[in-house]
């Protein structure tokens, strides 16, 4: 199996590099691999920024891919039958990635890339389906799921199950790892037979709750520091979903978008919990808007804090945010680019607390306006 560069969108990428570097807004589509279909996501980034991990289509193939220092690369698959890899989630320094692929014992494996090569991580009973979701930072400690349960993997100690909450039927899984691997994060059933947010703390599962009188929740992604914990929960409300940020036992919802239904997702949070990201009701076409969140302005859209940080994604439509660097300063996503197409995207954002006092400044001649017209 040979990685393969994508050299028409290196030079791209190499700009990604030299930009963040000198700390300067910018946003762009990631591309995508050769070949028609073109299609393309990006679903997780490393801590420093730098590494953005995902699939793209080859042909007619699902393929793993990554896009670091200045190249894009397709990652292969195990050569076991049917062409299929994808890549979702990656080490804080960039070097080991996680995800799935066509196997020899399942119809799909959970697998690890090092250095370009590639292993699988093994099922937790034969012929079980599984997937790898997350690393931790320093790329020695996997999670995911097998069959019908999560996982943790380590080196030593190969893949384990982590079980599920007390009196439900054993359905987990785990999306996301602290980077210290001492907290997990997922979803587990619970007594009640219903799907409910779980952490594992050094293995042991705690129920997180619901929102309002939901009865559904999932938790996707964990602090670098292990502390605030992002996902989504029904609310039993007007707009169905909400998102979630869940810390010290309590979990309080992320609201919706301004004049739009309440719904809402978290998939990605910064290393301290201060900035969110995930997704939003819009009645723009396609339904949904990429958003990220925090304390000062709440939800807002990303394509509204570029506009107003003076970069343009004319022609683009933003849906969901999948990744953040550690500090926040970089995002990735998934939307639909100016030919309509699927593909991953990149942009790069001051320090949150920058942004949100650019917003204000570039809000107040608009204020200004209007306070002076009586409006």
């Given amino acids: 199996m040979t990685a393969r560069d994508v050299k028409a969108i290196g030079t791209l990428v190499m700009c990604i590099d030299s930009v963040s570097v000198a700390g300067q807004p910018f ?32 042909g007619i193939e699902t393929e793993a891919v990554v896009f670091s220092s200045g190249t894009v690369t397709g990652l292969g698959d195990l050569d076991d039958g049917e062409f299929y890899s994808n890549a979702l989630g990656v080490s804080s320094d960039g070097l080991v990635i996680v995800g799935q692929a066509t196997g020899p014992n399942a119809p799909r494996s959970a697998v ?65 790892v602290s980077d210290n691997a001492a907290v997990i994060v997922g979803k587990g059933n619970n007594a009640d037979g219903r799907p409910e947010a779980v952490r594992w703390v050094y293995g042991s599962p705690q129920a997180l709750g619901f929102l309002g009188t939901g009865l559904e929740s999932t938790a996707r992604s964990v602090s670098g520091d292990g502390l605030v914990i992002v996902g989504w929960s029904a609310t039993g409300g007007v707009g169905g979903t909400q998102g979630f940020r869940w810390e010290s036992g309590e979990m309080v ?48 859209r990303v394509k509204d804090i570029l506009t107003d940080l003076g970069i343009s994604a004319n022609g683009w439509t933003l849906a969901q945010v999948t990744g953040l660097s550690a500090d926040g300063k970089t995002i990735i996503g998934s939307g639909r680019n100016p030919s ?8 790069h954002i001051p320090e949150p607390s920058t942004v949100s006092f650019l917003f204000l400044f570039l809000l107040m001649p608009r204020c200004r306006q209007s306070v002076l017209s009586g409006r």
Avoid at 40 to 55: M, N, P
């Fill in 27 to 58: 946003f762009m589509g990631l591309g995508d691999l050769p070949g028609d279909p073109f299609e393309s996501i990006a679903y997780a980034l490393s801590a420093d920024g730098r590494t953005v991990v995902g699939a793209g289509r080859s």
């Fill in 112 to 176: 690890r890339w090092v250095n370009g090569s590639i292993s699988t991580l093994g099922e937790l009973s034969l012929h079980a389906y599984s997937e790898a979701w997350d690393v931790a930072a320093d790329g020695s400690t996997i999670v995911g799921a097998s069959g019908q349960e999560a996982f943790v993997w380590a080196e030593s100690s190969g893949m384990v199950g982590l079980g599920d909450l007390t009196g439900g039927i054993l359905s987990s899984i785990a999306y996301a």
């Fill in 253 to 300: 919802g992320l609201g919706g978008l301004p004049g739009e239904e309440a719904g809402s997702s978290a998939f990605a949070v910064s290393y301290d919990g201060s900035l969110v990201g995930g997704t939003a009701m819009s009645s723009i076409p396609g339904g949904i808007e990429a958003v990220l969140w925090d304390r000062t302005l709440g939800i807002r």
């Fill in 340 to 347: 309509n197409q699927q593909e991953g995207w990149i942009a």
